[in-house]
């Protein structure tokens, strides 16, 4: 008699690296609560990218009490996109869910993703998320408003604002044959989320949305590629490489969605180029020429959505290669804003629905990845 082995409903990959005060927040948020049957439809897959701390010897202790969660251990440092892939290659789900291993989830968010999951059976289901700062305070990322009102599943072409939804991988939960038949695989080096989110939501055939705060992103750690001044950084030119590259194959002659991408490139990289804690002063006017090289390469012959206000300015400046005219707006923008009163706090809600959910600030998009 043979016995069909039953598979979890949901594999979440959590790559591990220089977090071990992190850890078991992190690891706990996604396994406790859940009910039985909840429970028998995850697997966690943490793995080890040759953490320089106790991450290691956390992570097989906590194996050794909670048979849901099994390690992979790496021979020597990957990096984040490559270390997901080892979880994926070890994953059993029919979904995953990459969770970084300084974030972690609110209460009952793992059960509300798998009840979506179960209901809907979408390719992606799209969730919103909460940014939490080192003093406690808490933000809406400038993206959250869009995946409003959405029911059912959609396709990208009837709801073209979800790909402007913050380009990260963990804000997505993906059907992992889906991943397969796409052939998708995270890349080496920074911003490695870049070619891998923007083909989930172009290629998908049915695209769920949890209006839903199920992460939090922890901003500010010490060591995060978001905190961390370093010439790696360029490494987002050879990710958007790969992403044009992908449409070119995948959608020749879409001219809307190059656009649409060609716009979100070029902000995202201007969003790069001025925050000092990215930027080294020393390549801050070699990274701006380098992202007025894409705007030449990758342009739009019909033009595309350039923002209005100042974004639209430094759009224009970036288009003309004029670093001089960038820098100076820059400055200028830097002493008004030091001039402005400070964003309030952000009280933490009550309840993590939609209805809790405080509206986004203004410049909330600046911050993003």
Known sequence: MVTETRHPLLSVVVPVHGVQAHLHQCLDSILDG???????????????????????ELLRAYAARRPAVRTVTLPSNVGLGLARNAGL?????????????????????????????????????????????????????????????????????????????????????????????????????WYEDIPFSHPLLIAAERIAVLDQVCYRYRQGRPGAITSTRSDRHLDAFDQYDRLFGWLAA??????????????????????VVGNDHRMPPELRRAFFRRVAGHYRR???????PRPGGVGGLKHRL???????????????????????????????????GPAAVPAAAPGVLAGRR
């Open 250 to 271: 995948a959608r020749p002659g879409d001219a809307r969605l190059h656009a649409e991408l060609f716009a979100l490139m070029v902000s995202h990289l201007l969003v």
């Open 89 to 189: 290659d070890e994953a059993t789900g029919r979904y995953v869910w990459f969770v970084d291993s300084d974030d972690w989830l609110p209460p009952g968010s793992l059960a509300a993703v798998l009840r979506r999951l179960r209901a809907d059976e979408p390719d992606v289901l799209l969730l919103d998320h909460l940014r939490v700062h080192h003093d406690g305070r808490l933000e809406t990322d400038a993206s959250s408003p869009l995946l409003r009102g959405v029911d059912g599943c959609v396709r990208l072409a009837d709801r073209p604002q979800l790909l402007r939804v913050q380009h990260t991988a963990w804000n997505k939960v993906v059907r992992r044959p889906f991943l397969t038949e796409l052939g998708l695989r995270f890349h080496p080096g």
């Open 34 to 56: 859940l009910d039985a049957a909840d429970a028998a439809d995850v697997e966690l897959i943490a793995v080890d990218d040759a953490s320089p701390d106790r991450c290691g």
């Open 318 to 352: 970036v288009a003309a290669n004029s670093y001089p005219a960038y820098a100076a707006l820059r400055a200028a923008h830097r002493i008004a804003g030091r001039l402005r009163p400070a964003h309030p706090v952000v009280v933490e809600p009550v309840s993590a």
């Open 298 to 304: 990758y342009r739009p012959a019909g033009g595309y």
